[in-house]
């Protein structure tokens, strides 16, 4: 029997995006296949998270590439780009909280790249007037993360209803918390 080492991965990112403690035992039941086969691929559970890494900054990649930054005002684009990583929230979820992943000097530059790309769309939209100013696109990028992360995970237990996903991340990103007063 053929491995689709893809398939493997997407169901290794459901799980742990569910249960982030999940053993390679539990991957390897989930994926239909035997630990052994699962070994052969992915020699433990750290060579695993790399490769989710790999998979997760590709899938992305992708995301920003559907989501067309450069085309219409920097809040359409980032609405395109919510609507577009959506399908893969849970695993970034997961990914931006393995420890691992952002220690010592093996940081995949892969997530510089990702954090580029997000930080010029904020600040086009900073220098359009379409931002606030007084918040760095650096930071505006990371609470863009936050909010993905955390957004999959109350989807995921039931306290945000999946049809809410994009205007929930998109509304508290660019109106904050705020109650506007009418006068």
Not at 101 to 106: H, R, Y
Not at 133 to 153: Q, V
Request: with cysteine; proline share 2%.
């Amino acid at each position: 029997m053929t491995v689709d080492r893809d398939q493997v991965l997407r169901t290794a990112a459901a799980l742990l995006s569910r249960r982030a403690t999940a053993t390679m035992d539990e991957v390897a039941r989930a994926a239909g296949i035997g630990r052994a086969t699962l070994h052969r691929h992915f020699a433990g559970r750290d060579a695993l998270v790399r490769a989710l890494e790999s998979f997760g900054i590709e899938q992305f990649e992708d995301a920003l590439d559907a989501a067309r930054l450069d085309e219409g005002t920097a809040p359409e684009a980032l609405r395109r780009l919510i609507a577009e990583v959506e399908p893969a929230a849970g695993l970034l979820a997961f990914l931006v909280t393995e420890n691992q992943l952002f220690e010592g000097d093996q940081v995949n530059e892969g997530w510089a790249r990702l954090d580029a790309r997000v930080c010029a769309l904020f600040r086009r939209g900073q220098e359009q007037g379409d931002f606030r100013i007084d918040l760095t696109p650096a930071w505006l990028t990371e609470a863009l993360y936050g909010l993905i992360g955390t957004c999959a995970w109350a989807v995921q237990v039931g306290r945000v209803a999946a049809n809410d996903f994009q205007h929930m991340i998109v509304e508290l990103l660019l109106g904050g918390a705020r109650r506007s007063v009418e006068k």
